[in-house]
């Protein structure tokens, strides 16, 4: 498993990590989104006032169906939500992103609060205002 | 001072987002609606950071790790399924409640297996805030043969500590 994938269900103290286990084995259901999850490995450059709507990230999950970076260009339009860190539940919309920075639209505020192994998913969904 | 006015945006934009209920029962309701509708945010903001998840003999010991490891399937199971209240019971009392929940489940899977069960559901509730928020879900099945399988799934999928 890849150390960020490690690393990440030990910062959130889940015993198994991402279990493919369980209920989610016995029934299977097509996905509802397709999403990624990943793990902030570095906060972007602050601009003028402070505020930072970029980080540096990479995937994590199962290996089998995690990839290694993220699809450059492809995850614009999608919405990000944090689920670890002081911005958990906080949602955005990706403007634009490489295959290991990320950038939200300036129309949901900034991304201030979030912080280095802050865990997030990014879902092929608008973000309902 | 520009300082202080990015906390105070931070804040404001968190306290949007924070949504919890008024009432223990409206918020389970709300966190299934949330499902159904994919709205990963609203599902989340209903949660305690305290939250504990027993599913299906798993646990889920914090809100971050169900958030990524079971939320997602959840969903899944959410959107490709219906979920009809057949019975509930309310009780508790003051700041602590708890919401005893059956369902009868019915959709397909992915390869047209037909889902047709019974889940249980206890919610235990805390409410901060004047708002009611999960600080523990606990979902079975009455379907004996799904409850086995899906804990020997769990125990054979374990990773080694």
Known sequence: MRFATRLAAAVLGSGIAFAQAGHDDVVRVDPALKRLAGMITALGEPDAEGRIYSFRGTPIGPPASTPKEYPPGELRG?????????????????????????????ADGPLNGIAVRDVFIVEEIELKR | MKRLGLVLACLVACSA??????????????????????DTAAALSLLDRGLVVYEFGGVDPTAEAYALNHLPFDMDLAVASQWKLETRRVGGEGNERWVLSTYRVNGKQADGTPIDQVTLETVILRRSGGLFRIVHFHWSTSDAGFQAR????????AAPR
């Not at chain 1, 944090?82 to 919309?93: I, K, N, P, Y």
């Open chain 2, 150 to 157: 899906s804990q020997g799934q769990r125990t054979q999928g």
């Open chain 2, 17 to 38: 987002a924070a949504q919890g209920a008024r009432l223990p029962a409206e918020a389970v309701d709300a966190f299934h609606a949330a499902l159904r509708n994919k």
């Open chain 1, 78 to 106: 999608w919405r990000l939500t944090f689920l670890a860190g002081q911005r958990f539940s906080a949602a955005f919309e990706v403007q634009a992103n490489t295959a290991a920075e990320i950038t939200v639209s300036a």
